[in-house]
């Protein structure tokens, strides 16, 4: 058994890892750390919970867990690093931002790996700190590295991906509010995303002579969970030699599925699952890849980490179900 930390326990990325952690078989949760919360059962925060697991949020941590994961909001990993100490062979495993690019990576003597399964196993495998990936990154990622690892990314690609409110995080806003959300859409941070960064770090990880431009729109979408994301862009081959060569990509990624069939945000929904969909016509390409925010986009993927990290196999305790109707 492993022991475990959370830290950031109040917020929607912990309480997935909590639920998924609790029938982990090789995990035990040994602290959950919430300032706002501490001494307050967790099922305060997570009402799901209730019944299901005794103990509160705490204050202070145990530096001695063999893992811990920082669920803090994004440039918020630093400071509490400089602050609490781990010992010498605590495993990290960041769900924020502050470590993803190469340029950021390293930190008072820890090296961070970005933490894309699909893109860096081997690494993964053999790394103490992880930066574990963005939402809409790995729906994106997911979507592109088949093509980049074929050098057939030779145009601009334009990207329009819709997320759910819970990606916004825990603490109400304007756009997350009922009123506002419900019935309605929009967009934010059109051709800016701060995830634009790692999608072109990793695109040139393996096509590093890509220079076009990532065309990327990104909406709020009138539900609480999940990243239905349409990707287009010019291509030479047949539909079925681009199949072809996504299967032989994702060939040992047990969480990645490729179809030609219509496909819909459910089907992932509450699993760790990426289901991407091709359909091409004429010289262009329409990729659709659906994701779980919380889950292959947080949580999940961090737990698929945890499990390359310890020499687990990858799919521990992420046998989840899709909610389907």
């Avoid at 781990?86 to 008072?108: A, E, M």
């Avoid at 819709?162 to 309605?184: D, I, K, L, M, Q």
């Avoid at 941070?189 to 999608?199: P, R």
Wanted: proline share 3%; glycine share 8%.
């Amino acid at each position: 058994m492993i022991n475990i930390g959370i830290i950031g326990g109040s917020g929607y990325t912990a309480g997935e890892l909590i639920r998924i952690l609790m029938f982990h078989p090789n995990a035990k949760i040994d602290f959950v750390y919430s300032t706002t919360n501490a001494g307050k059962p967790l099922s305060i925060a997570h009402h799901d919970l209730l019944g299901d697991i005794e103990m509160n949020f705490t204050d202070t941590v145990n530096p001695n867990v063999d893992v811990v994961f920082l669920c803090l909001g994004h440039g918020k990993s630093i400071s509490f690093l400089e602050n609490n100490q781990f010992s010498d062979q605590t495993k990290i495993i960041d769900l924020g931002n502050d470590f993803r690019l190469t340029k950021d990576k390293d930190f008072n003597g820890k090296s961070f790996v970005y933490g894309l399964p699909e893109l860096n196993k081997t690494d993964i495998k053999n790394t103490q700190f992880i930066a574990n990936p963005g939402c809409f990154a790995t729906a994106i990622q997911l979507a592109l590295l088949p093509l980049a690892s074929n050098g057939l990314l030779n145009d601009d690609v334009h990207i329009n991906a819709t997320t759910g409110s819970t990606g916004a995080g825990v603490t109400p806003s304007e756009t997350t509010h009922f009123s506002w959300r419900n019935n309605n859409m929009s967009h934010y941070k059109a051709f800016n995303h701060q995830h634009l960064g790692e999608i072109n770090q990793s695109i040139n990880q393996i096509q590093s002579a890509y220079k076009h431009e990532l065309i990327f729109v990104p909406n709020r979408g009138d539900f609480a969970r999940g990243i239905f994301a349409t990707l287009y862009t010019k291509i030479e081959g047949s539909l079925e030699d681009v199949v072809a060569k996504y299967k032989a990509f994702y060939k040992d990624h047990p969480f990645v599925t490729v179809t030609t069939t219509d496909i819909n945000m459910k089907q992932v929904v509450q699993t760790n699952k990426c289901i991407i969909s091709l359909i091409k016509k004429g010289d262009r390409i329409l990729i659709t890849s659906v994701i779980d925010n919380l889950v292959k986009g947080a949580s999940g993927q961090a737990i698929q980490n945890m499990n390359l990290m310890f020499g687990f196999d990858e799919s521990t305790g992420l046998h989840l179900k899709p909610s389907g109707f």
